[in-house]
Structure formats: C-alpha cells, structure tokens
C-alpha cells in the first residue's frame, strides 16, 4: 500500500445522500484494509453514529480506528480502547443548558448509544437521529441525565435564528469553548481546539506512522486541516470551494464512488 492509513469523513464524502456506503466504495475499503491498510472514520458525528459505518466495513478486524465529534475523541474499534478523550468545561454546561431554554430551541447529548433531548419531537433532533442512526430518548431534564464529561452538545433551530445564537454563544462562552455551526441548522459545542488534524496526529504516533504514510478525504471546513496534514488530501468534487482549493486532488462525488476512485489512484498507483 502507498499509504497505511486512511482518512474518511462520512458525510458528504464516504456516505452518499442516503448516508450510506456504496457497494463500490466499501469493496475498494476492503481490499485496502485486506493489504494492510488502516481505515480512520474521522467524524463530527459520536462515537455510536460513526459504529454502523465502522462495522460495515469491518474495520474491527482490521484494526481500523474511530475519530469522534471531531477528534474530541479517539477509539480504537478492535478493541473498544479510548485512546484519547476531550470534554467540555463542566462550568459552561449549565450555561448552555439555561440559554437553549430561554430561547426555546433544541438541546441534545448522547448517553451511549442514545440522543437525549428535552424535545424530541424537534425536526432538527429528529435528522440528527437520521443521519447518526441513533434512537432518541426523552428526558425531563438533560443536565441531570448527561453522562459525566460530555465532548460535545448540540443546539437546534431554523437557520435565521441559529445564526444569532452562534454569534450571542461565541461572545458568552466562546473564551472557553468553541462553538461553530456544521450545518445551517446545527450549533456545535465542543472542547476549545477540538481539531481533526490535532488527534490524527496523535493517532499517527500512536500506531508508529507518519502523516506521509496517509491520504485524507474530506468535504467539509472541518476537514481542511486534516487534508492539510496527509500526505495526500483528497478533496470530493462536491466539497466547499475553499476545501477544493485547498486540496492536493479532487476526485469525483461522494454519489460517484469518489473514494473509491482516489484510492485506486493513489494506493494501488493505478493508471487513471
């Protein structure tokens, strides 16, 4: 293999619309991993919305490694091992909390393999489970029920308010934590420096590799500094312009088996 490990982003780039693995995609993933390749799903999503994808591809038996919310959180998926974990200053939680309460939009967290939310009838909780494949649980009060150390919250609402929110919580908390929108409906809350290039790199060590050794695929703003740091960052064709631009290649779509192109191209130095 001309590169050990490799780097996915799920949506937008591994899934297609239907947040799924095309049979072309994962066929190429498995030859790659069968030839000693180290699959890394590096994800915003939790660590369980990122499983249905991992044992798809049966990275467990190949040694294959889960890059949660982010990177706040590294697991290797053989072992179920937490390699490394961030979280969210406990003194910022409440204060969260009481701000989606006052303007009444959707707070949720994640209790194992559960969202938990105050409203889960909210549409926006409700394609957060879509996309994470996750079932979501009522609770009568989110701040008693979160697991201790939680790596990331999520806030919810219509795109015109989320945009005030995300300026009124930066201003609040932002010397604290990072809060960033991922989807115009979607505020993350995050560990400040929350980064995937930070905990590739610490993986990388990890597993005796260097960023040389791996090529990145990505669409997203979040995924510019892990593109940055491969040896190869592979940008899809569906990817924000500054992603693309950003990018040492530019492969087809994530609706045309873009993975599974650059793979061939890069990995196995097929004539493309």
């Known amino acids: 293999m001309a590169y050990r490990a ?7 780039t591994l899934t297609n619309h239907d947040k799924e693995v095309t049979p072309i995609t ?29 044992d798809h591809l049966e ?22 091992e937490e390699l490394y974990s961030n979280h969210l200053p406990n003194n910022v939680i ?9 303007k009444g939009y959707a707070l949720l967290g994640y209790a194992g393999k559960e969202i938990i939310t105050e409203m889960p009838n909210d549409k926006y909780v409700k394609e957060e489970s879509r996309i994470n494949k996750m079932e979501i649980r009522k609770v009568d009060n989110l701040l008693e029920s979160l697991e201790s150390n939680p790596t990331k919250l999520l806030m919810t609402g219509d795109a015109s308010l989320m945009i005030k929110a995300e300026e009124e919580l930066a201003e609040i908390v932002g010397n604290r934590m990072d809060v960033f929108r991922s989807a115009p409906f979607f505020i993350e809350l995050v560990p400040k420096g929350i980064d995937k290039a930070q905990s590739l790199n610490r993986l990388l060590e990890l597993i005796g590799l260097s960023t040389n050794d791996m090529i990145a695929f990505g669409d997203g703003y979040n995924d510019l500094s892990m593109l940055k740091l491969a040896g190869v960052g592979v940008a899809m064709a569906n990817a924000v312009p500054e992603v693309r631009a950003e990018a040492d290649f530019i492969t087809k779509s994530n609706e045309e088996d873009g993975v599974a192109f650059a793979i061939e191209k890069f990995c196995y130095e097929a004539d493309m």
């Open 6 to 12: 490799i780097a996915l982003d799920l949506d937008g």
């Open 26 to 54: 994962r066929q190429t993933l498995m030859r790659a991993q069968k030839d000693g390749a180290h699959i890394i799903l590096a994800s915003g999503r939790p660590t369980y919305g990122i499983a249905p994808i991992a």
């Open 59 to 80: 990275i467990d038996k190949y040694n294959g490694y889960i890059l949660s919310y982010n990177g706040g959180k590294i697991v290797n998926w053989q072992t179920k």
């Open 94 to 102: 409440p204060i969260l909390y009481n701000y989606a309460k006052e």
